[in-house]
């Protein structure tokens, strides 16, 4: 089937200025199909949205997270990831932090309510003020994370390669992103 001129060059023309678009056209008169007594004209136009190549990203790291968590010994310096919406937003976030974290992260916030709840009369008893020692665990546990992470990727070349696997689909994201924003996007 023979496309008319002018609805190639509309096609040509919405692809051209659509951002991430590949287009991919076959010779006129080149045959694709096989068959020599056929001629086509062929336009093939392939995207990748920023939400998949995203999504690229979230899968790379979700593999490699797997993989450290497998290999790690310390269970503590295993990392969970989690997504959370803010209030009044319908835009995701994807955090990542060790079990470690979330533990501190959970008994401050316990503490934290049961501190409020007291100072504001709902519960009598003692409602001491949240503890600074959470954060100074972390601190003192953060060589122990390094040094863990650093044996582990240099111990194995697939939790490496893992690594490199998701950097790369990062760097294609960013890319894409830049150039579909020209450059001004928030970091």
């Known amino acids: 089937m023979r496309i008319p001129f002018t609805t190639l ?10 951002p991430g678009l590949c287009v991919v056209a076959a010779e006129p008169g080149a045959n694709t199909s096989g068959d020599s007594s056929v001629t086509t004209d062929e336009v093939l136009v392939s995207a990748m949205r ?4 995203r999504e690229a990203v979230i899968k790379a790291e979700d593999r490699m997270l797997a993989r450290y968590s497998e290999l790690n010994p310390d269970k503590d310096l295993d990392i969970e990831c989690a997504q ?16 470690l974290q979330k533990r501190a992260q959970e008994k401050d916030s316990r503490e934290f309510l049961s ?32 040094k863990n992470l650093t044996k582990l990727l240099e111990d194995h ?11 790369n689909a990062e760097r294609r ?5 830049s150039k579909r924003t020209k450059g001004k996007v928030p970091q």
């Open 50 to 53: 920023l939400k998949d190549l």
């Open 115 to 146: 501190y409020m709840s007291y100072m504001s009369g709902l519960t009598a008893g003692g409602g001491a003020a949240p503890s600074s020692e959470t954060g100074i665990r972390l601190m003192e546990r953060a060589p122990d994370y390094r």
């Open 9 to 18: 060059s509309a096609m040509v023309a919405i692809v051209a200025f659509s």
């Open 173 to 177: 994201y960013i890319a894409e992103r």
């Open 84 to 99: 959370f919406t803010p209030t009044g937003t319908h835009f995701t976030h994807r955090y990542c932090m060790t079990r």
């Open 157 to 167: 070349p697939d939790l490496r390669e893992l690594l490199v696997e998701r950097g």
